[in-house]
């Protein structure tokens, strides 16, 4: 009983922060993406080389870094020119929605743009806990197997896209991608699945086609807050 009392606790207040993060990122007309994985799955690669398109496009973009330890990943993001904040959770195996408050006070995030979050790599904590963000991303590389989701299914249940990564192996592998996808939308039928290389592009346009979108959706949401964020933009 005094479990389960400590847990609600635990999720009642994630809950309320992310609220607060969620209201302050509608102000903003700022487009939040949580991206999840296991480690290793490509996620910073993937982010770099997106980071690297969207700039093109002159998008105003903002990363929160999530690891245990060390400032790699921030270092990565800051190398294409676009502000990072990194947070270690120590012992931790997910970033929580006060941490994004604490991390937003170090680095605004940027309105009428995209601020992209990189979790902590794994694929079961970070599924539980809302951070504030319009849209949950699960990358899972074809060399994991086609298995993930159905033996992970909380964080495909809760994803809102699934970015299949490192297609460029697949020559190299004995996966099934058709039965993976298969797996997937079995867990959850309203998954948008990309398959992708962040190595050789193949699949990203797809991928930034979606962002594109749903910037859009929350840039002009309403033609008041379209404008705002316009003007906060300069
Ligand atoms: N073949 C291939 N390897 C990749 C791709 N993306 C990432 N990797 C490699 O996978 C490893 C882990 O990538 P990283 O981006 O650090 O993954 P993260 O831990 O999820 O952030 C690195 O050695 C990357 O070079 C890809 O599209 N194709
Ligand atoms: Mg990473």
New binding site residues.
């Given amino acids: 009983m005094r479990r389960i009392a400590v847990e609600q606790d635990i999720m009642a207040k994630n809950g309320r922060a992310a609220d607060l993060n969620r209201e302050r990122f509608a102000r903003e007309r700022t487009f939040v993406v949580n991206l999840m994985?296991?480690?290793?799955?490509?996620?910073?690669?993937?982010l770099v080389r997106t980071l690297q398109e969207l700039k093109t496009r002159g998008d105003r973009l903002a990363v929160i870094e999530g690891d245990q330890q060390t400032t790699l990943?921030a270092d990565r993001i800051r190398a294409t020119g676009v502000p990072a904040v990194q947070v270690n959770t120590g012992k931790g195996c997910h970033l929580d929605a006060e941490m994004i408050m604490r991390a937003l006070a170090k680095q605004p995030a940027p309105a009428g743009g995209t601020l992209f979050i990189?979790n902590v790599?794994n694929l079961v904590c970070p599924a539980g806990f809302d951070l504030g963000e319009a849209k949950k991303v699960v990358?899972a590389?074809v060399t994991e197997g086609e298995d993930k989701p159905l033996k992970y299914p909380h964080m495909f249940s809760v994803a809102d896209v699934l970015l299949l990564?490192?297609?460029?192996?697949l020559p190299h592998l004995r996966v099934d991608l058709p039965l993976m996808m298969e797996n997937a939308r079995q867990i959850n039928p309203r998954l948008k699945i990309f398959p992708?290389?962040?190595?050789?592009g193949a699949g990203m346009s797809a991928w930034y086609d979606w962002l594109r979108t749903e910037l859009a959706d929350v840039v002009g949401a309403s033609p008041r807050g379209a404008v705002a964020a316009e003007a906060q933009v300069g």
């Fill in positions: 994985s296991s480690p290793g799955s490509g996620k910073t690669t993937l990943d990189e790599g990358i590389s990564s490192k297609i460029d192996l992708v290389s962040a190595y050789t």
